[in-house]
């Protein structure tokens, strides 16, 4: 299972609150989720990482809101399972991908960032291409979470890759889209998977806020709105014997009261 953007508190509730049922219910193996903006919204917190563990995450990507909680640059490079963009410079704290290993199979998670409007990042299409020659036969199954922002990147980058990952989901823009498939030569692809936050704001953000700045065209502030959460997902099937993707169904709860 593949799970959307988890913004703020009130997103890491929802998180901890259907991850676990869902993992019960639907017999699911393996759980990757976009933690970018867990903490406060945009970075992360030791604190925000470890409740993401411990609501259920095996593996936990990002994008271009890793920096911005300092602290992330105290613990990032000990952590085997969360993964920043691979296409940022050489040099910098983290690693672009890991390698999970479930029972006989490795499962190789990859993180990229996408360059349309968004801060300037090496080709995501030529990363791309070098991790899956530099991870080679290291893993049996190739993920890839791309962060970006048009939907035009995102196909691409599916299309891209299709026969060579066996998924492709994007992130960034929380709002899941309905073009969950499986491309012709056999790649599970999502757009956006969407986020889990609350429903009754812009993005995980308090409405009022985000149309006083388009309202008046000033900074603001930005604070996480607070109320009932919407989680959302998919779940692929995967033939482990066959390395055949099956399905890909898309997850949307929305919650009628906020967690706690």
Same mark, same amino acid.
């Given at each position: 299972?593949?799970?959307?953007?988890?913004?703020?508190?009130?997103?890491?509730?929802?998180?901890?609150?259907?991850?676990?049922?869902?993992?019960?219910?639907?017999?699911?193996?393996?759980?990757?989720?976009?933690?970018?903006?867990?903490?406060?919204?945009?970075?992360?917190?030791?604190?925000?990482?470890?409740?993401?563990?411990?609501?259920?995450?095996?593996?936990?990507?990002?994008?271009?809101?890793?920096?911005?909680?300092?602290?992330?640059?105290?613990?990032?490079?000990?952590?085997?399972?969360?993964?920043?963009?691979?296409?940022?410079?050489?040099?910098?704290?983290?690693?672009?991908?890991?390698?999970?290993?479930?029972?006989?199979?490795?499962?190789?998670?990859?993180? *990229?960032?996408? #360059?349309? &409007?968004?801060?300037? /990042?090496?080709?995501? @299409?030529?990363? $791309? +291409?070098?991790?899956?020659?530099?991870?080679?036969?290291?893993?049996?199954?190739?993920?890839?979470?791309?962060?970006?922002?048009?939907?035009?990147?995102?196909?691409?980058?599916?299309?891209?890759?299709?026969?060579?990952?066996?998924?492709?989901?994007?992130?960034?823009?929380?709002?899941?889209?309905?073009?969950?498939?499986?491309?012709?030569?056999?790649?599970?692809?999502?757009?956006?998977?969407?986020?889990?936050?609350?429903?009754?704001?812009?993005?995980?953000?308090?409405?009022? *806020?985000?149309? #006083?700045? &388009?309202?008046?065209? /000033?900074?603001?502030? @930005?604070?996480? $709105? +607070?109320?009932?959460?919407?989680?959302?997902?998919?779940?692929?099937?995967?033939?482990?014997?066959?390395?055949?993707?099956?399905?890909?169904?898309?997850?949307?709860?929305?919650?009628?009261?906020?967690?706690?």
């Amino acid at each position: 299972m593949l799970v959307g953007d988890v913004v703020g508190r009130a997103g890491r509730r929802a998180f901890r609150t259907h991850t676990p049922r869902l993992r019960t219910e639907r017999k699911i193996d393996v759980v990757i989720v976009n933690g970018e903006n867990c903490a406060g919204g945009k970075g992360f917190t030791r604190k925000a990482l470890d409740e993401l563990y411990a609501g259920g995450a095996d593996i936990v990507t990002s994008g271009n809101h890793v920096w911005d909680k300092k602290e992330v640059f105290d613990f990032i490079d000990d952590e085997p399972f969360l993964v920043r963009p691979a296409n940022y410079p050489e040099g910098t704290p983290g690693q672009g991908y890991c390698i999970f290993p479930f029972k006989a199979r490795n499962i190789a998670v990859m993180n *990229l960032s996408g #360059r349309s &409007f968004m801060p300037p /990042m090496d080709c995501p @299409f030529q990363k $791309a +291409e070098e991790l899956i020659a530099e991870i080679g036969d290291r893993a049996d199954i190739f993920v890839l979470d791309f962060h970006a922002e048009t939907t035009s990147e995102k196909l691409a980058m599916g299309y891209y890759l299709d026969g060579r990952a066996d998924v492709v989901v994007g992130t960034h823009t929380h709002v899941q889209t309905a073009d969950e498939r499986i491309l012709p030569h056999g790649t599970a692809y999502i757009t956006d998977l969407g986020m889990v936050g609350v429903q009754d704001s812009i993005l995980g953000v308090r409405t009022d *806020l985000v149309l #006083r700045k &388009f309202l008046s065209g /000033m900074p603001v502030r @930005f604070e996480m $709105a +607070e109320g009932a959460a919407e989680y959302a997902a998919v779940i692929v099937d995967i033939d482990d014997v066959q390395r055949r993707r099956t399905t890909i169904e898309r997850v949307l709860i929305r919650d009628e009261q906020p967690q706690t």
